[in-house]
């Protein structure tokens, strides 16, 4: 078998240890139908050193949840591994600027459609009460625009004093009641070619679709054309080389829109894949071969 290095959570770090090992084991049995033998390694043990990965032919960067709680070292690390010509999917240039949620700003220069956003240096309750105004809604999210998994994230309504600001740079949207009624959709896509869809659901009274509040998750077995269209077009505005690409959207009553383009650690909810996952490992296996 070949063997490949996967990098995961810090050792440290709690949040996702007791779920880590099961996405890891998922992603294990893929790549082993293309004879190949996933390698974990914290991503955090690399941070001053590539040395150690730079004896792989390949490396993915696929688990390394939590990098924006130590969003210094990542950039750090993912700079280092470019500089050190690490053999890195997705391109390490990707894992530094895809940790950044203003990737989005490019992406809507580009032409294609986000949900409305106000972008700041610093939140302030001030601008959440005219984000009330401005998008014409009683209800926004606050989120920093390093984040992951719903981290810091906030459901505000009119009246609500803004608590635990993030800190930095972040970013209000209104909210958007179709994330709750229609869920979110994700398609997953490698070697650029679709896999597969999941439609993600929040909880009843919740906002949050990931599954650690309680998300529910379901296989789309035919994403609609313009889903489709759309995560493309996405990809096609993306100049480096993409592996694998999760894009999550959501259905608007003006079109759908791009909530994310998640390009580093990605869940490929391979357990819903119809092929178990096999695009997936023969992406990997042609990567090694090139």
Do not use: C
């Amino acid at each position: 078998m070949t063997e490949i290095a996967i990098l995961t959570p810090a050792i440290d770090d709690p949040a996702y240890k007791s779920h880590w090992p099961t996405v890891l084991q998922r992603l294990s049995g893929a790549l082993a139908m293309a004879d190949i033998q996933a390698v974990p390694t914290a991503w955090t043990d690399h941070v001053d050193d590539a040395s150690a990965l730079s004896g792989f032919p390949l490396v993915l960067g696929v688990l390394t949840w939590g990098y924006y709680e130590r969003h210094t070292d990542w950039l750090s690390a993912t700079r280092l591994w470019g500089e050190a010509g690490v053999r890195i999917a997705n391109p390490a240039s990707v894992l530094g600027w895809n940790s950044d949620k203003a990737y989005l700003q490019h992406l809507e220069a580009a032409g294609l459609a986000i949900p409305p956003t106000l972008w700041t240096d610093a939140v302030t309750q001030d601008q959440v009460e005219a984000a009330f105004d401005r998008f014409e809604t009683d209800t926004v999210i606050v989120k920093p625009t390093v984040s992951g998994g719903a981290w810091k994230t906030s459901r505000l309504s009119r009246g609500d004093t803004l608590i635990d600001a993030p800190d930095g740079h972040a970013m209000i949207q209104p909210f958007l009641p179709e994330l709750v009624a229609n869920g979110e959709l994700s398609l997953l896509f490698f070697g650029g070619w679709f896999s597969h869809a999941v439609l993600k659901r929040a909880r009843a009274g919740d906002f949050r679709i990931q599954v650690q509040y309680g998300g529910q998750y379901e296989t789309v077995l035919s994403p609609p054309v313009e889903a489709i269209v759309l995560a493309e077009q996405v990809l096609a505005a993306i100049a480096e080389p993409l592996l694998y690409a999760r894009i999550d959207l959501v259905e608007t009553p003006g079109g759908w829109v791009l909530m994310e383009a998640e390009l580093i650690e990605p869940d490929f909810y391979l357990s819903e894949a119809p092929d178990g996952g096999r695009l997936f490992a023969e992406a990997v296996r042609a990567r090694l071969d090139t």
